[in-house]
């Protein structure tokens, strides 16, 4: 990103998800061997050793962006416009707690076990 734009905003916003889906048939169909390998691999640790080290390399490129000089202007949001963010989102919120409604879920205890998680993981911004 470096090499086509000067601002870049400071905060903790970036967030990449990604998820490995397979269904039943299919892995049921999978010889022991395969079995293994994805139930070793598939896991907590495994995620979090990956994320840590893409999350270091963030941090990294942070530092060497930090140290540039040449006319590049790197800025915070404030808590006002963060509140801002969160109220803009709202209706995708609403939207995403009666979709989990219809599966089945209660949307409330979903997400205040999600908020819970992050703040446990330094994770809530």
């Known amino acids: 990103m470096t090499d086509v734009t000067k601002f870049h ?7 990449s998800m990604f998820t490995w889906n397979l269904n039943r048939k299919t892995y049921d169909s999978m010889s022991a061997t395969q079995k293994k390998a994805l139930d070793e691999h598939c896991t907590t640790a495994w995620s979090k050793r990956i994320a840590t080290e893409w999350a270091q390399r963030d941090f990294d490129a942070h530092k060497q962006v930090s ?18 963010w969160r109220k803009a989102s ?16 209660n949307a409330d205890q979903v ?4 908020i819970e998680s992050l703040k446990k993981h330094q994770g809530l911004y």
């Open 9 to 15: 905003m400071e905060n903790p916003l970036y967030v």
């Open 67 to 84: 140290a540039m000089k040449d006319g590049r202007t790197i800025y915070s949001i404030t808590p006002q416009q963060v509140a801002l």
């Open 90 to 105: 709202e209706p995708l919120k609403k939207q995403w707690a009666e979709e989990v409604a219809k599966a089945g879920y």
């Open 111 to 114: 997400w205040a076990e999600l």
